[in-house]
Every structure is written in C-alpha cells, then in structure tokens.
C-alpha cells in the first residue's frame, strides 16, 4: 500500500513557475513508476509527466506534448518524493494536479495504468 500527498500548489500569474511535490509512505517507493496527472473543470484527467523507478542508468521521463519543455519531473528516492517543476505556465494550465504510482513495468501514459493517487493540488493560473 502506498500513500499519496501533493503539496506546492497555488495561483500564479502567466509566465510564472511553481514546483510540486509528492511524497510517498512505505518503503519500497523507488520501486514504484510515478506520474503526474491533471484535471481541468469539466474535462477528462489528463497525462502531464512520467518517470521511471531510475536506477544505474537513471531515471526515464517522458511529457505530454503540452507541457514538453515547460515541465520537469524528477525524484528523489532516500526523500519517498517526486518532483514536478513547471515553468512558463499558461492559463490553459490550471487544474488540478494528481500524483500516481504504478508498479506495472515501463512509464504509465494512461489513468488505468496507475495504482495509487494522491487527493491532488489546484494550480491556477492567472492572465
């Protein structure tokens, strides 16, 4: 079982960054593939950010075409924590943001290949 929770959200104006934060329970987190999600008033849960568990190589990572360049998730094992930098935000980024864990191999690019969810953080931009 593992525990999710966000923190680092808040209103910001356009242009501006804010950095998320995601911290898990239990020992095993870096085993875990971690994602963040987002959801817009009256739309779908959306991809953002995906990484891998790391390792010798390190980690993978991989981002919605919206947020490629502009967003940055990282981890940080000996903390249980994952990263999500955001960097030039839009308006057309507000939502609210979600932290998952998959334990399923290779990056989880959909909601059904995730396993634990944190309650999530709103993120409000402003023009």
């Given at each position: ?5 966000e923190?680092g959200?808040?209103?910001v104006q ?5 950095r998320l934060?995601?911290?898990?329970s239990?020992r095993?987190?870096s ?9 817009a ?8 950010a995906a ?6 190589g390190?980690?993978?990572?991989d981002?919605?075409s ?12 000996a903390?249980?924590?994952v ?15 979600y932290c ?7 990056l989880?690019?959909t909601v059904n290949?995730?396993?634990?969810w944190?309650q999530g ?5 402003s023009?």
């Open positions: 079982q593992v525990q999710l929770v923190s959200g808040g209103l356009a242009g501006g960054s804010l934060s995601c911290t898990a239990g095993t987190f085993s875990y593939r971690m994602g963040w999600f987002r959801q008033p009256g739309k779908e849960r959306e991809f953002a990484i891998s568990w790391g390792g010798w390190g980690a993978s990572t981002y919605a919206s947020v490629k360049g502009r967003f940055t998730i990282s981890r940080e094992n903390k249980n924590t990263y999500l930098e955001m960097n030039s935000l839009k308006p057309e980024d507000t939502a609210v943001y998952a864990a998959r334990s399923g191999s290779g989880g690019y290949g995730y396993d634990y944190g953080t709103q993120v409000t931009v023009s």
